[in-house]
């Protein structure tokens, strides 16, 4: 991560740390952007990094934002992720290293793609 733990621990929740910096994962169905149907674009919670257009932005019933597509792959950064003994994809903003989700091959068309992200790993600005 570019800004340091000690940091980023001063500036974000306890939960918000625990995703982005330790990699966890907020409880399904509890996110504050799960639901949300504004325009706009999500962004990085640590380096306001452009990540997700609410238009590609769907219901997967899976209990957390989903996204099929992003807004440039310049600031999304994909890593395998063999951790809970399974075999993930899991994104990263390219920026600063904040951990967002992981990447499944579940999504609608056109990408195929379902990017499941923590809602507390971003922040939403409205178009």
């Given at each position: 991560?570019?800004?340091?733990?000690?940091?980023?621990?001063?500036?974000?929740?306890?939960?918000?740390?625990?995703?982005?910096?330790?990699?966890?994962?907020?409880?399904?169905?509890?996110?504050?952007?799960?639901h949300?149907?504004?325009?706009?674009?999500?962004?990085?919670?640590?380096?306001?990094?452009?990540?997700?257009?609410?238009?590609?932005?769907?219901?997967?019933?899976?209990?957390?934002?989903?996204?099929?597509?992003?807004?440039?792959?310049e600031?999304?950064?994909?890593?395998?992720?063999?951790s809970?003994?399974?075999?993930r994809?899991?994104?990263?903003?390219?920026?600063?290293?904040?951990?967002?989700?992981?990447?499944?091959d579940d999504?609608?068309?056109?990408?195929?793609?379902?990017?499941?992200?923590?809602?507390?790993?971003?922040?939403?600005?409205?178009?």
């Amino acid at each position: 991560m570019n800004k340091s733990k000690e940091k980023l621990k001063k500036i974000l929740s306890e939960e918000e740390y625990k995703i982005v910096v330790e990699k966890g994962t907020e409880m399904p169905f509890t996110g504050k952007y799960l639901h949300n149907d504004k325009n706009g674009i999500y962004n990085c919670l640590v380096c306001d990094s452009e990540l997700f257009s609410s238009d590609t932005k769907f219901d997967s019933g899976s209990g957390w934002p989903s996204f099929y597509d992003v807004l440039s792959n310049e600031n999304i950064n994909i890593q395998e992720d063999d951790s809970h003994g399974m075999k993930r994809l899991e994104v990263q903003c390219k920026n600063c290293g904040a951990h967002l989700g992981h990447l499944f091959d579940d999504g609608p068309n056109p990408t195929g793609k379902r990017y499941c992200i923590n809602s507390a790993s971003l922040s939403f600005k409205s178009k």
